[in-house]
């Protein structure tokens, strides 16, 4: 077998465990936001016991990454890849512990009277699930394009967010008994609106790997 | 975190990044003193075959620049090319231009063994005289009548020595056979014997290919620090070593230079496909 077949299983292997793992957040974040939204605390508690096979991707990920550099040696668009991949799993990971924040929120929200019907929070939670999907389908296909795409969209969850702060902070101010409760939701919008920035790092790594291009702070 | 302005805007096209950093590699080259090693359209022939087509490349001073490509490429031939030394294998012939600080080393009346007194050469096998230690230090020396008492030959044998990074293993066995030496001592005294005559320019064909890890990272290392002193090019088949210890790196392919560019871009992001391929494995 020539070593370039072996380095191109063990990309392959990375590939397909970043997915999966990227696939495990994006589940974590819906089913944190249908457990808010819903007030489903069942579906809340799986978020949180899901947590545990997440952390292990992680792990496993952050093995094959150094594995593969050590033992296979990657160069150029390869060694693009394989950093990217070792900066994206930890980000995934973040996102899916915001999801398991959220869920926690849920979970005690839940025992509370609902404090208003939610609009724009579910608005903003399917903006940033969006974003994650769009932003990795991106990565895998390799798209820098579509990665860009993506940073744009960060701006609408900041809208959002912006806004969904302004009223739950009139909210607490006009009637005080809601603060705890408010303050709760504030939490959530902050957990999206830090997943949204998190998309955006991913879609920056995307560029990297395609494109080796850092883009990152360049403002 | 949340910015109220758009990202968009700022993100640089990649191609804008990439231009820039072409941009200041090649600033960077201009802003060195002038090439040390200048070769022009550079064509060469093995009687009729021509192994080398229309090379042009500028090695600066005070660098490393790795040759890379694969066997047969042409990359050790255009290493000899840089002294003259494909002139001992009859039928060749050299076409284009090699200058050295602006001399064309192939003008009529250039002193062959002047040029290789400036431009020394290692091999991939060492080949030390079946001599001691110190005269095979010393041979360049006393052939060129490059010293006028023993003093300072043996001041100038210790000075190689020592900017080989041998001295302090062999300083007190300097009439020891230079045979009974371990295979990396042999290739750092045939080091030593070139720095010897205080060259400007050295040559490394394949230094380190026949030894082990240790000895091929103490090569490695004196690769890196001769650099304060010398220009070096070295030919290597290990990617990884040209990625350690070159600056600048020119990829060969069938007699042709694909492309040269700063060792960092080289192995991150090189600018042609063929580059990429050789590189990650996927050639052929």
């Known amino acids: 077998m020539e070593l370039h077949r072996l380095l191109d299983r ?79 799993t930890p980000i995934l990971e973040r996102i899916a512990d915001h999801a398991c924040n959220i869920a926690r929120v849920a979970v005690d929200l839940n025992d509370e ?36 795409a993506v940073i744009e969209r960060d701006d609408q969850i900041d809208q959002l967010y912006n806004r969904i702060f302004r009223d739950l902070i009139e909210m607490m101010v006009s009637n005080p008994t809601t603060t705890t409760r408010a303050a709760r939701l504030l ?33 | 975190m949340a910015t109220p302005t758009s990202t968009t805007a700022s ?34 022939f093995y009687g009729r075959a021509q192994a080398l087509h229309k090379i042009s490349l500028d090695v600066g001073s005070q660098i490393v620049m790795a040759f890379i490509g694969p066997s047969g490429c042409g990359k050790s031939t255009f290493l000899r090319t840089l002294n003259r030394m494909n002139d001992t294998i009859p039928g060749t012939r050299v076409e284009g231009s090699v200058q050295i600080d602006g001399q064309d080393i192939y003008a009529p009346g250039t002193d062959v063994v002047e040029l290789r007194r400036r431009v020394g050469m290692v091999f991939q096998k060492s080949n030390p005289f079946p001599k001691s230690i110190f ?71 394949e230094p380190a290919s026949a030894l082990d890890p240790i000895a091929t990272q103490k090569i490695e290392e004196l690769i890196v620090e001769l650099k304060r002193q010398y220009t070096i090019v070295i030919v290597t088949h290990n990617m990884q070593q040209a990625a350690r210890v070159s600056d600048e790196t020119a990829f060969f392919w069938l007699g042709k230079l694909v492309e040269v560019n700063s060792t960092e871009q080289m192995f991150t992001n090189p600018n042609e496909k063929l580059t990429e391929d050789y590189i990650t494995g996927r050639f052929g």
């Open chain 1, 10 to 88: 063990d990309l392959e292997m990375l590939r397909d465990r970043v997915l999966l793992l990227g696939g495990e957040t994006e589940t974590a974040l819906q089913k944190a936001m249908y457990a808010l939204i819903e007030r489903d605390t069942v579906t809340a508690r799986e978020v949180l016991d899901g947590d545990d096979e997440i952390d292990r991707l992680e792990v496993e990920i952050d093995r094959l990454c150094v594995d593969t550099i050590a033992l296979r040696q990657p160069a150029a668009r390869d060694l693009r890849f394989v950093i990217s991949v070792a900066k994206i």
């Open chain 1, 113 to 148: 009277p609902q404090l208003k019907p939610y609009v724009d929070l579910p608005r903003m939670a399917e903006f940033a699930s969006g974003m994650l999907r769009a932003a990795l389908d991106a990565f895998t296909s390799g798209d820098a394009a579509a990665a860009r």
């Open chain 1, 187 to 219: 939490f959530v919008t902050k957990h999206i609106e830090r997943i949204g920035d998190y998309v955006t790092d991913i879609c920056e790594l995307t560029v990297y790997m395609t494109e080796a291009a850092f883009i990152k702070h360049s403002n």
């Open chain 2, 11 to 44: 993100v640089k096209s990649a191609t804008e990044t990439m231009q820039e950093r072409t941009r200041a590699f090649e600033n960077d080259r201009e802003s060195r003193v002038a090439a040390k090693v200048s070769v022009r359209e550079l064509d060469f």
């Open chain 2, 135 to 205: 005269d095979n230090v010393a041979y360049g020396l006393r052939i060129n009548k490059l010293t006028s008492s023993k003093t300072e030959l043996s001041d100038r044998v210790e000075e190689a020595l020592t900017n080989a990074a041998l001295w302090p293993e062999v300083k007190d066995r300097l009439k020891a056979s230079a045979l009974s030496l371990s295979g990396g001592q042999q290739q750092r005294l045939c080091i030593a014997r070139a720095l010897a005559v205080r060259p400007e320019v050295i040559l490394m064909d």
